[in-house]
């Protein structure tokens, strides 16, 4: 059974319509690359599985381990595995990395029926996770996100994602911002979470990430609705002739039009 | 609107019927703040300076007077003076809670700390009131701290109660040349109390002061706090207030520069929910001979629900030229983005909305450098908003 399976998705912002009926199938363990020039409502996509409110789903279904998604509010979503990799971290000043991430995993352990970490079990896991990533440890004390620079804020999202061990890894433009180097650290930490039951969408809009962490499935998203789909060479002809090559143009310079 | 002379009948019956100090000037002291209050009445809102905050529910209530019995420690080093020693400190009688106060204080709570010494442990001054059978309490609490130079010292004022009362509070603290105090209030009154009280400051030369108001309880609270500048002083006004329901608690704070080379920073904090109202009001002056001033206030407020009120206003009168003076004011709601990003981590909505209160407030709870109070306050305000992430 997949683990995710989107059917005919529709969703807007405001009077906008965004997603125009998209389906997906995710089986467990898959990585699936979503590609597509700006506005084609990739990121649409993304925040609208992990609960946005700001979009509104105006029709279709997704069903997510058996279970109906999009009855779900964001935190249920996240207990149940499903898990949002930031296109841009929020910054919250005021609550520590360490305490915010201790709060979200206890919260989903509990959900899961599993122990409460205390402080002493919750440091060594944030160590072990945190060398994966080669963060500085000095970022667990200071503020969420606050005063990170971009490639440490990508770090800490694949980080926190280390920690919370989700089913369903969403990535959202995870590699933009980021130089070759922070680019290398990120998509290796990525990889090292990969496993046959963890699913993972790869939200992209430049092929380049995908060289670090290859898919098993290439989507092109346009104008909010999957035009193309195919194995991990899809990402590399359109590295090569384009979104222009499918006969797909910039679509923010459309409606700026 | 019932007439100022009704309203204060009942506090000239008390103040004839009362036993004269056994000290004449103190009782001079007494009678003549005693006719301001009668000149002035209770302020209504036509007086700019009571604009947003309406005393009628004081004015109009019949009140006992109570003996003002506070909980004090004195560390090793202070003195405590003795009461006849008391003339007129700081606040003139141009307040009229400041005059009602004076009028009907039965003693005083007068501390110096000498010359040069260097106090660690805070002086703490704490103040439980309880309403009994009959008509309810009013106490009038009054404290002069005089630093001598070059002295360290930390106060830490608390009032709490039960049920309904009328505290009206007058501290004065006057600080020697190179002293460095902290001080600090924390208002936890009942939910059904009104608390008016009146900090005033006087400043030596390059006195280091730093007052944190927090405000939590009562029906209705007005905090004034002023402080005079002397050349090279410094001098932190911070504050936080926390109401709901149909709290009202107003701040108005004047930051005097007096001498060239003050420098102030003043940072107050407000969070409202329900119907609850706010005032703040900073003014800050800074007069002729006053250059190279640098001062800064800021005042924040986070806003939970569509009905609570604030009215935030700066007041700067600057007479120098040679200064820079910033202010900033801002009203906002909980941070969406946040709340999502908290949300997609697997924390409750209202988990989520009370640590994004809690960070609000946690830059002025952050500054609070006695440690114990710190802790207490981190304590009340977790409750607090747990309480309100419940609903």
Known sequence: MALLEIKNLHAKVGDREILKGISLSVDPGEVHAIMGPNGSGKSTLAQVLAGRELYVVTGGEVVYDGKDLLAMAPEDRAREGIFLAFQYPVEIPGVSNMYFLKAALNTIRKHRGLEEYDAMDFLNLVREKMKLMEMDQALLNRPVNTGFSGGEKKRNEIFQMAVLEPKLAILDETDSGLDIDALRTVASGVNALRSPDRSMIVVTHYQRLLNYIVPDFVHVLSQGKIVKSGGKELALELEESGYAGLGIEDEEEVARA | ?????????????????????????????????????????????????????????????????????????????????????????????????????????????????????????????????????????????????????????????????????????????????????????????????????????????????????????????????????????????????????????????????????????????????????????????????????????????????????????????????????????????????????????????GDARSLLTYAFAQDVVDRIKVQSLRDSLERVLFEKFHEHSEQ
């Open chain 2, 1 to 349: 609107m019932t007439a100022v002379s009704e309203q204060t009948g009942q506090w000239l019956e008390e103040f004839t019927n009362q036993k004269p100090f056994d000290t004449p000037a103190r009782e001079e002291l007494r009678r003549a703040a005693f006719s301001r209050f009668l000149e002035m009445g209770f302020p209504t809102t036509h007086n700019e300076e009571w604009r947003f905050t309406n005393v009628a529910p004081i004015a109009r209530r019949h009140f006992q007077r109570q003996l003002w019995e506070p909980k004090v420690e004195l560390p090793a080093g202070v003195e405590r003076l003795p009461e006849h020693e008391y003339r007129n400190w700081l606040v003139g009688e141009q307040h009229p809670f400041v005059a009602l106060n004076s009028a009907f204080m039965l003693h005083v709570v007068m501390l110096r700390v000498p010359r040069g010494a260097v106090i660690q442990e805070p002086i703490r001054i704490s103040n439980y009131a309880c309403q009994n059978a009959g008509d309810p309490p009013v106490v009038h609490p009054r404290i002069v701290i005089v630093v001598g130079a070059g002295a360290h010292c930390t106060i830490v004022e608390t009032y709490a109660g039960t049920g309904t009362y009328f505290t009206n509070a007058v501290t004065e603290i006057v600080a020697g040349d190179r002293a460095v105090v902290d001080h600090y209030k924390l208002q936890r009154e009942s939910l059904e109390a009104f608390h008016v009280a009146t900090l005033q400051a006087q400043l030596g030369r390059s006195t280091n002061f730093s007052t944190h108001n927090i405000s939590l309880g009562a029906a209705l609270a007005r905090n004034d706090v002023g402080a005079v500048l002397a050349e090279g002083s410094e001098a932190t006004l911070n504050g936080l207030y926390i109401a709901g329901g149909t709290q009202h608690v107003d701040n108005h704070t004047v930051i005097d520069h007096a001498m060239p080379h003050g420098t102030s920073h003043e940072l107050y904090k407000g969070i409202l929910d329900g119907k609850a109202e706010a005032v703040f009001n900073g003014r800050i002056i800074v007069r002729k001979d006053a250059q190279k001033t640098d001062s800064k206030q800021t005042n924040k407020n986070l806003v939970l629900s569509d009905n609570a009120v604030i009215n935030t206003k700066p007041e700067l009168q600057i007479l120098a030229d040679d200064v820079r003076c910033t202010h900033g004011a801002t009203i906002g709601q909980l941070d969406a983005e946040a709340m999502f990003y908290l949300q997609s981590r697997g924390i409750g909505k």
